[in-house]
């Protein structure tokens, strides 16, 4: 398994923006390195199921985006660096929400199907 450690949560007001980032440590060598991972990004609002939000090939080549976000977030990742992010744009109060990283086989939208998840980033959207 690959570990993964989410920052760039914060407080932001509507219309703002932060960038998250999730950075993979731990079996980053050979055959483990990040770039061999498809990774995602999930949120989950208090009292709310957890959803996916994007998602990315291992390549970066091919990206997902749930309709929610589509259009404002913008999901990517350097291999060299073992590091995916997530640019969050024009942020809606409805963002708001525990926003954690995942690496798999695939990019999946279903969480249940990744390897390795992260404790998350608090993010906070005021009106």
């Known amino acids: 398994q690959v570990q993964l450690v989410e920052s760039g949560g914060g407080l932001v007001q509507a219309g703002g923006s932060l960038r998250l980032s999730c950075a993979a440590s731990?079996?980053?060598?050979?055959?483990?390195?990040?770039?061999?991972?498809?990774m995602g990004w999930f949120r989950q609002a208090p009292g709310k199921e957890r959803e996916w939000v994007s998602s990315i090939s291992w390549s970066g080549d091919s990206t997902y985006y749930d309709n929610s976000v589509k259009g404002r977030f913008t999901i990517s990742r350097d291999n060299a660096k073992n590091t995916l992010y997530l640019q969050m744009n024009n942020l809606k109060p409805e963002d708001t929400a525990l926003y954690s990283c995942?690496?798999?086989?695939?990019?999946?939208?279903?969480?249940?199907?990744?390897?390795?998840w992260g404790q998350g980033t608090q993010v906070t959207v005021s009106s």
């Open positions: 995942a690496a798999g086989p695939g990019p999946y939208s279903d969480y249940d199907l990744y390897e390795s």
């Open positions: 731990g079996r980053t060598v050979t055959n483990y390195h990040m770039g061999n991972y498809a």
